[in-house]
């Protein structure tokens, strides 16, 4: 039978919800233009390149979410679509009744009712982001010495203009909205030389820039007030307290900015046989985003209900720009082809990496560091192949070590967790 028997979501199913149903729409508009002139010359400098992007991006989520309750007001009623049972012996249940629930859904047993609460209306938001970017960049083809020179050096001006509107949900809504602007300057320069028959040497130097999500920069946000902190004569706040608090989006979030330096030697193999690759990075994050942080907001002009406190200043739960981090590394990659070692072993090969490196932010002031999310320190990748005549064959493993992953939670709400290492072979 489709029932309720905790009565779960009372206060808009009276007896309960049957069930949830989540379907949010979510529509996302990216338009550009790349404008670009270039110009070649014989000597030192061997090109030189002006360009204009403009880049247009919008991006809405809107909330579809219902409680279910059966027809009619009906407290049960019979499972409408075919059943089966699932044993889970692991839990202690011998049989558990199993069926299609988006076949129950659409055979009309029932009624679907709009959640109405605060933390469904929050998340309904849009973001809008113009960003103008001037580039020029210089080609290089000379010789230091007797060593071979290529590469590039120039520099980025990018202009964003972000805004975003959505809804500030609390004893009542409001239409909210926020935005903000700013300029980078980003140089880089990017040098390769040939420092002997099939070796490369290979250095690069930036200041480069990664933007923040779109759901990070919305406006929207949930709000309260906690009248236990209020005086109820005088509406004093507690000392140390906040008589408001909030949690959401941020619409004045700025990017990730790095000054990264690179550098690599690779040798590559008589006839193509393979080659040997050693590379080292270094990333100095001059800004990053720590996807949950405390600030303080003024909640002057918001509704309230209750004695009217001597401060209207709130805690703010937010994603915000951190600095003081740093992400190092090494890789190292080797490619061998069978007939390099004996012509016995034609058409078989092997790829060996490996990766390693070390990051921390500083996501919370009082306490230690933490790695980057999405990261793991080690990262191995083997593959065998074979390949000949049309024909090909290839087994790989990769391994990597935990990393701090980004997790749908409660909800469908987004939270740090630490994965544990894993191989996967494939």
Do not use: C
């Not at 029932?110 to 113009?130: F, M």
């Not at 002997?196 to 309260?224: E, H, I, N, Y």
């Amino acid at each position: 039978m489709l029932t309720s028997p905790q009565g779960w979501g009372g206060d808009v199913v009276p007896g309960g919800q049957v069930g949830y149903f989540n379907s949010p729409v979510v529509e996302d508009t990216l338009d550009q233009i790349d404008l670009q002139a270039t110009r070649f010359f014989e000597g030192n400098i061997s090109s030189l390149q002006i360009g204009l992007n403009y880049a247009t991006r919008e991006k809405s989520l809107t909330a579809n979410e219902f409680f279910l309750a059966l027809a009619n007001g009906a407290s049960e009623a019979a499972i409408p679509v075919p059943t089966s049972t699932t044993r889970l012996d692991f839990l202690g249940i011998e049989g558990m009744v199993s069926y299609d629930p988006l076949a129950a859904l659409n055979s009309g047993v029932y009624d679907l009712r709009r959640n109405p609460n605060n933390d469904v209306t929050v998340k309904n938001w849009a973001v809008e982001e113009d960003v103008t970017m001037l580039y020029v960049k210089l080609g290089l083809d000379t010789e230091w010495g007797n060593i071979p020179v290529t590469g590039n050096f120039g520099t980025q001006i990018v202009h964003t203009d972000q805004t975003s509107s959505g809804f500030a949900a609390g004893s009542a809504t409001l239409p909210i909205s926020g935005g903000d602007s700013y300029t980078e300057i980003l140089p880089s320069v990017n040098l390769n030389f040939e420092v002997a028959d099939s070796q490369m040497v290979r250095v690069g130097v930036a200041r480069t820039l990664a933007r923040p999500r779109k759901d990070d920069l919305r406006a929207s946000f949930q709000f309260g007030y906690d009248e236990s902190v209020v005086d109820q004569t005088t509406g004093q706040v507690a000392p140390g307290a906040l008589a408001f608090n909030s949690n959401g989006g941020n619409p004045q979030l700025r990017p990730w900015i790095a000054n990264s330096l690179d550098i690599s030697y690779e040798r590559y193999f008589d006839d193509g046989l393979g080659y040997v690759a050693i590379a080292g990075f270094y990333k100095d994050l001059e800004t990053y985003i720590i996807p949950n942080q405390r600030d303080v907001l003024d909640f002057t002009g918001f509704p309230f209900s209750g004695t009217t406190p001597s401060s209207f200043l709130g805690s703010y739960d937010r994603p915000e720009n951190g600095s003081g981090g740093s992400l190092t590394g090494f890789e190292f990659t080797l490619s061998v082809a069978g007939e390099s070692i004996t012509p016995a072993l034609t058409g078989f090969g092997a790829i060996f990496s490996a990766a390693i490196n070390d990051s921390d932010v500083v996501s919370d002031p009082g306490n230690p560091s933490t790695p980057l999310p999405g990261l793991s320190e080690e990262i191995f990748n083997v593959t065998l192949f074979y390949e000949n005549e049309g024909f090909s064959a290839r087994v790989s493993n990769r391994y990597r070590s935990e990393f701090l992953g980004e997790i749908a939670g409660f909800a469908n709400g987004r939270q740090l967790q630490f994965v544990d290492q894993k191989n996967i072979v494939y």
